[in-house]
Nanobody
Framework: QLQLVESGGGLVQPGGSLRLSCAAS????????IGWFRQAPGKERRVVSCISSSNGSTYYADSVRGRFTISRDNAKNTVYLQMNSLKPEDTAIYYCATDPRTIANMICPRAHAAIWGQGTQVTVSS
């Protein structure tokens, strides 16, 4: 049973930092592309960052590039999203996802076919 559990969200001041964790169970994550997505109230769910299953290639949305860093700790079967210089517009529910049919060189999961975690709330407010 493939399962992802997010944690690490919370309330933070603008300019602050959070580290989100995505813990995988039921599979070994180093064989899978993992992505972070977010959904703000009334908005569509959009990709934030992804990391490949092969050579560690990464993808970042333009809105977070230079502020967020995705990483993977295979020993802990966990993917992280380090978020720095947070802005109010980063407020959203953050979800991690994996593609159960990850292929070679895939960086981002195919969102329409992904397995999703339950999400963790990130609120950036003064």
């Amino acid at each position: 049973q493939l399962q992802l559990v997010e944690s690490g969200g919370g309330l933070v001041q603008p300019g602050g930092s959070l580290r989100l964790s995505c813990a995988a169970s039921g599979f070994t994550l180093d064989y899978y592309a993992i992505g972070w997505f977010r959904q703000a109230p009334g908005k569509e769910r959009r990709v934030v960052s992804c990391i490949s299953s092969s050579n560690g290639s990464t993808y970042y949305a333009d809105s977070v590039r230079g502020r967020f860093t995705i990483s993977r700790d295979n020993a802990k079967n966990t993917v992280y999203l380090q978020m720095n210089s947070l802005k109010p517009e980063d407020t959203a529910i953050y979800y991690c996802a994996t593609d159960p049919r990850t292929i070679a060189n895939m960086i981002c999961p195919r969102a329409h076919a992904a397995i999703w975690g339950q999400g963790t709330q990130v609120t950036v407010s003064s």
